[in-house]
């Protein structure tokens, strides 16, 4: 790969994490899901826990070779205009489905996965604006943001003592919450509200994941030898993985408080991930064996927004079963789903059908030509 060409890995390991998405937050019953679908209750990472990390460090990655591409063709001020335009649009986004349907602003949820990847865009992306207009390679100042976001959230969420509590990284108790409870009073998440996977501190932890992101992309688009490119991520990841496991006993790996370890856990396995796919696609040009998950990554956004919008309505649309007014979603299940297949089997059918329904829209697209840029 030469120069800063678009890169075909990005856009499949992108589309991997968005199905990802739809597959761990559409199940057909919360009560029926097979445990690597499920988010660990407080401390460890499942599978399902590897999903946004993995979106954040691809969009690093993608922002790299994004904002390195404009800074030869176009002004800097029209490259810092374009980030905030695209920020402010994936916030609104996200603002719509807190709200959708009934738009309650007094209690509608502020965070939530579009305005993180909103926020977290917006900041990593000046990060790598400044980097790169260091006098030194960009990679230096990156790795230096990345140790001190790690280590600075460490020291602030293990040594500052929580107002009224201590010390203390326990669910609810935390510092994390106590800022989410102090800032966004009414306007966290309904399942918890008394701190937010997507608040404020913890932003500190996904910032970081997209700098791991950026760092991975400053590497790839640099000219040199494919196979030495490969190996160095490779090492990168082992090294993140064993610090991660070594943090993990102090500050423990979890996704709800986007820990440091958590953020090296993370990005060791997406970087052995990544690895894979640019052999994979780029060295062996072997794209085609991954079609489906091309077509959803380049319409990655706009498939997540409507499934969103989608899912909502499932649950919302009444339907007469056995003259019993049920919800749509409801019904379909139990027609179609429930009646053939034992509880857990149901559940991840209608999550693989739920996906499939999806790539079936955005393949239309694909075929049409149609990309929904933001």
Not at 148 to 169: D, K, Q
Not at 218 to 238: C, M, P, R, V
Not at 282 to 301: D, Q
Request: glycine letters at 6%; a positive charge.
């Amino acid at each position: 790969m030469q120069g800063s060409s678009r890169l075909v890995s990005v856009d499949i390991f992108r589309g991997i994490t968005i199905a990802g998405m739809l597959l761990v937050n559409n199940p057909g019953s919360w009560d029926s899901v097979y445990s690597p679908l499920r988010h660990a209750k407080w401390n460890g990472c499942t599978l399902a826990d590897l999903v946004f990390p993995f979106f954040l460090f691809i969009m690093g990655v993608s922002s790299a070779i994004s904002i390195s591409r404009r800074s030869n063709t176009e002004p800097l001020l029209k490259t810092c205009l374009h980030i905030l335009k695209r920020s402010a649009i994936l916030f609104v986004l996200g603002i719509i489905l807190s709200g959708f349907p009934d738009f309650d602003f007094r209690n509608i949820r502020i965070p939530g996965v579009l305005q993180r990847i909103a926020v977290v865009y917006l900041i990593s992306s000046f990060l790598y604006i400044l980097a790169k207009q260091a006098i030194y390679p960009e990679r230096i100042y990156l790795s230096i943001i990345l140790a001190f976001l790690l280590l600075s959230y460490w020291y602030i969420m293990v040594y500052i003592p929580v107002p009224g509590i201590g010390y203390s990284l326990e669910p609810g108790k935390n510092l994390s919450a106590w800022v989410d409870r102090y800032f966004l009073e009414n306007h966290l998440w309904k399942y918890t509200k008394t701190w937010d996977p997507e608040g404020v501190l913890s932003t500190f932890g996904a910032v970081a994941t997209a700098v791991s992101g950026l760092l991975a992309g400053s590497w790839i688009i640099q000219k040199g030898d494919d196979f030495e490119k490969i190996s160095i991520l490779s090492i990168a990841a082992n090294i993140a993985l064993a610090f991660a496991l070594i943090w993990d006993y102090s500050f423990p790996i979890n996704k709800s408080i986007w820990t440091s370890s958590y953020v090296l856990y993370t990005t060791g396995i997406a970087l052995h991930l990544y690895v894979f796919c640019y052999w994979l696609f780029e060295i062996k040009n072997l794209a085609k064996l991954a079609r489906p998950f091309l077509v959803f990554g380049l319409n990655a956004i706009a498939a997540y927004f409507l499934s969103g919008i989608i899912s909502r309505l499932l649950t919302i649309v009444k339907w007469d079963q056995d003259g019993k007014e049920v919800v749509l979603k409801t019904f379909l299940y139990n027609s179609y789903f429930t009646t053939w297949l034992n509880p857990y089997n149901a559940s991840f059918a209608w999550s693989i059908t739920y996906v499939t329904i999806f790539l079936g829209l955005v393949w239309i697209l694909y075929l049409r030509k149609i990309f929904i840029k933001i």
